[in-house]
Structure formats: C-alpha cells, structure tokens
C-alpha cells in the first residue's frame, strides 16, 4: 500500500535528481546569441545574409571555430579587432598575446565593448564573452591569462575583423 508520504518523498526526490542533473549538465539547447536587448538588431534572415555560413554559426548560434584555422590567430600587426557583425572596435592589438591555444586571445577588452553571461554548455560552468552592441559570441574568459588582468579573452576569428593602424612599425 501506498502512502500519501510515500509519494510525497518520491516526488522530492524526483524533482531533486531532475535539479541536480540539470545543474550538472547545463542546458540542453543551445543559447542564441541574439537573445538580449542590443542596439543591433537585424532578423535571423538579415544576419544570414550579411554574414557568412560561419561567421552566422558563431556569432549568432555560439558555435566554436576549429582551433588554428584563424588567420587572426597569427596576426601580429598593429591595430584593432572589431566585431564582424556590427564593426565594433572590441580589441586591441596592444592587448593581444599569444596564448598558445590556437585561438585569438587578449587580456582586455575596449572600454564597454564587450558583455559577459555564465555559459552552462559541455559540462562546465564558463564566462561567455559577447559584443555589447549587436549580442554576437566571441569566445570565452578564462582566469589564466597574463598580467595585468590574469584574464584570457579566447576568442573566435571569425567573429573579428581586423584593420591594421594607420602607421605600421613592424
């Protein structure tokens, strides 16, 4: 026979074990980096069209570029890297190290360029790093970068344009 306790324990215990895989393995759909309120705002069909395939795939579905297949990864000029989807300069040069991880990195971003939001994807909590203005997906902030913030910016190339500087010492 059943109790009314009974079921009042195994419904507890239910939703706890529902929670705590939840909490464990993150969401189950992937986030879309238009969700938000930006200043840029374009249709799901204006953005395929102003974007490529992969530039799309990043930036606007999170997705992650294959690791050294950036040609930003090795770009060593001065500079700054905008956002590929609104042109925003979110980086400089000047912040720009290399991290050895075959994407691009920097260990700051551009005065209120970027926003940041916690990432429960692929088992782990992280700090997805995002455009401040259009909302799309750069990369990750991960606290093992250089000096003077300790933090690594690792970003995805495609969702960066480059413009070298004006006078170029290299």
């Not at 093992?144 to 413009?163: K, M, S, W």
């Amino acid at each position: 026979m059943t109790t009314n306790t009974d079921f009042t324990r195994r419904a507890l215990l239910s939703a706890g074990v529902a929670g705590l895989a939840l909490s464990v393995f993150g969401r189950f759909t992937p986030a879309r980096a238009s969700e938000g309120n930006f200043e840029v705002t374009l249709t799901e069909a204006e953005w395929r069209a102003k974007l490529s395939k992969q530039q799309y795939a990043v930036l606007r579905e999170e997705a992650t570029e294959r690791a050294f297949t950036s040609p930003l990864n090795d770009e060593k000029r001065k500079g700054m890297y905008h956002c590929a989807g609104c042109d925003l300069p979110a980086y400089s040069s000047e912040t720009k190290y290399d991290s050895g991880t075959g994407w691009p990195s920097f260990w700051k971003a551009e005065e209120g360029a970027i926003g940041t939001k916690e990432d429960r994807s692929l088992f782990s909590v992280r700090t997805e790093v995002h455009c401040s203005r259009c909302g799309g997906h750069f990369g990750h902030i991960f606290d093992d970068g250089p000096a003077p913030t300790g933090l690594r910016h690792c970003l995805n190339g495609v969702a960066l344009t480059f413009r070298p500087a004006a006078n170029q010492n290299t």
